[in-house]
């Protein structure tokens, strides 16, 4: 069992920056692949990107080269850094956290990004 605590969010102008932080609690969760989802009102939840336990990376298109992924083992806490960011990046973001099929969510954190 892993337990994840999101942090971080907030309201943030069009071309600002936010950290959003997320730590894990529980069995091991180094060794999990840890990810970031958002949902916007009225739309389904989706991927923003993903860290393997080793490091690696994924991320969605509309974040590349905006957002970057990374985690702190001793501290068991990953970040989510958002660069450039546009209202069309408002929602509730999510971490999430699975190793094998077995997968858990954090609560989430608001970011609204408007002028």
């Known amino acids: 069992q892993v337990q994840l605590v999101e942090s971080g969010g907030g309201l943030v102008q069009p071309g600002g920056s936010l950290r959003l932080s997320c730590a894990a609690s529980?069995?091991?969760?180094?060794?999990?692949?840890m990810g970031w989802y958002r949902q916007a009102p009225g739309k389904q939840r989706e991927l923003v990107g993903v860290?393997?336990?080793?490091?690696?990376?994924n991320y969605a298109d509309s974040v590349k080269g905006r957002f970057t992924i990374s985690r702190d083992n001793a501290k068991n806490t990953v970040f989510l850094q958002m660069n450039s960011l546009k209202p069309e990046d408002t929602a509730v973001y999510y971490c999430?956290?699975?190793?094998?099929?077995?997968?858990?969510w954090g609560q989430g954190t608001q970011v609204t990004v408007s002028s």
């Open positions: 860290i393997t336990s080793g490091g690696s990376t």
């Open positions: 529980g069995r091991n969760p180094r060794l999990y692949v």
């Open positions: 999430y956290a699975q190793l094998g099929s077995v997968g858990y």
